[in-house]
């Protein structure tokens, strides 16, 4: 059996290959695991309006979605004021994918704004098609997000990830 060698790590010798490709998770995927974990509770509460307003209660459905729309906000807060300022200064090639999830969060925050007033006029076919378009563009957007910023926002960023997690972690 043939061994692979695995290519050499980004570092100051090979600085054409990210840093946060190192083997070493741990410490170079802050961001990733932080924001991507963050995804992860805004998916939560994503499927647990669209539970609700499979059960037709219309106050819990009022109470999931505000919670959906307000976690995906503050998600998104904190990307727009501090992940992706800081990486567009020092990483000035993550300007085009910032402008394309940018533009992608203007889209869902639309779509808030849509599910808000379904919800008030409590029609459910409305708003189960604003939660399964969310669904499908959130997949998508998060998809990006995790397999290209964030990981270039963990090699651009090193010294400031810990700082920028912990602004996500408490808003």
Request: with cysteine; net charge negative; proline share 4%.
């Amino acid at each position: 059996m043939t061994q692979v060698k695995e290519p050499p790590r980004g570092d100051s010798q090979n600085p054409a290959i990210p840093i946060h490709q190192a083997s070493d998770t741990s410490m170079a995927s802050i961001i990733t695991d932080a924001f991507t974990q963050d995804h992860h509770a805004c998916d939560h509460r994503l499927a647990a309006a669209e539970a609700c307003v499979g059960r037709g209660d219309w106050s819990d459905i009022g109470t999931a979605a505000e919670a959906l729309v307000s976690a995906m906000n503050r998600h998104f807060d904190a990307e727009e004021q501090t992940l992706f300022p800081r990486l567009a200064e020092i990483y000035r090639v993550a300007a085009n994918p910032i402008e394309v999830m940018l533009s992608e969060h203007a889209q869902m925050r639309v779509l808030f704004e849509d599910l808000t007033e379904a919800v008030g006029r409590q029609d459910r076919d409305t708003c189960l098609g604003i939660l399964e378009t969310l669904h499908f563009l959130t997949q998508q957007h998060n998809s990006k997000e995790e397999c290209v910023l964030y990981p270039m926002a963990d090699g651009a960023l090193k010294t400031q990830a810990g700082e920028i997690a912990d602004l996500l972690a408490h808003g």
